[in-house]
């Protein structure tokens, strides 16, 4: 999951270039949380940023926004802020900031990259299908509210991309939990889970399998012509596949 980061970094080249205007200043004990104004400040977070003390740099951004709260530059501190914790990996920092930033300025014309930057946070965290997944369902509704609220946007079209990834994942952590069940014989609870997928996943490359496994536990249950009806969906759908080749040949030998 990590091609996201390329993504949010080149996108928020769009946020820093806009400085250029602002005063460069010479950066000294920046790190100390003293009174200085707006410029030096800014400046000082931007060069920490620039040479990737990320987590300083974010420091330095959330100072711009609680020294100078009612400043121009308070509002794109906040914005950079969550940029730095994610490269910084700290992306519950950065979901904050973001959210925070959403939270007050929730019609700014960057309120899309906010939310973007919220939505790879989660993306970036998700895990293999053996762990829990909850992460990677907040990753999904996240992407799929940027894609409803902005969906012309640049961060669309790239949340769209990883809606995709995002759903085959999840398709995945039911097939694993599925097969599970069917080792242990609970061929109930595998047909639930290997429906699920057919129902709500059927554009994932999972799809195959879940029917060929639907095929087995509907017979294993004795139920032939569920079963029957899997392999069916299954030969329309993915004739040349080797999942219905096993289940034609389990039809065969035991619902003919």
Known sequence: MRRSR?????????LLAPLAGCATSKNKADTKYVARDVDTLYNSAKDRL???QYKVAAQLFDEVERQHPYSPWARR???????SYYLARDYTASISSAQRFLSIHPGNKDASYAL????????????????????????LDALGELIRRYPDTPYAADARL???????HLAG??????RFYQRRGEWLASVLRFRNVVDNYQTTTHAPEALMRLTESYLALGIPEEARKAAAVLGANYPGSKWYEHA?????????
């Not at 501190?77 to 940029?83: D, G, I, K, N």
């Not at 973007?116 to 990753?139: F, G, H, M, P």
């Open 6 to 14: 390329r993504s949010a970094v080149l996108i928020a080249a769009a």
């Open 50 to 52: 620039d040479r990737g």
């Open 77 to 83: 501190a906040q914005l950079m802020s969550a940029f």
């Open 116 to 139: 973007y930057l919220i939505a790879v946070d989660y993306y970036e965290q998700i895990q293999d299908v053996t762990r829990d997944q909850k992460i990677t369902q907040q990753s």
């Open 162 to 168: 990883k809606v995709d990834l995002v759903r085959d």
């Open 173 to 178: 952590k039911e097939m694993e939990i599925g």
């Open 248 to 256: 034609f040949e389990l039809m065969n030998k035991k619902a003919s």
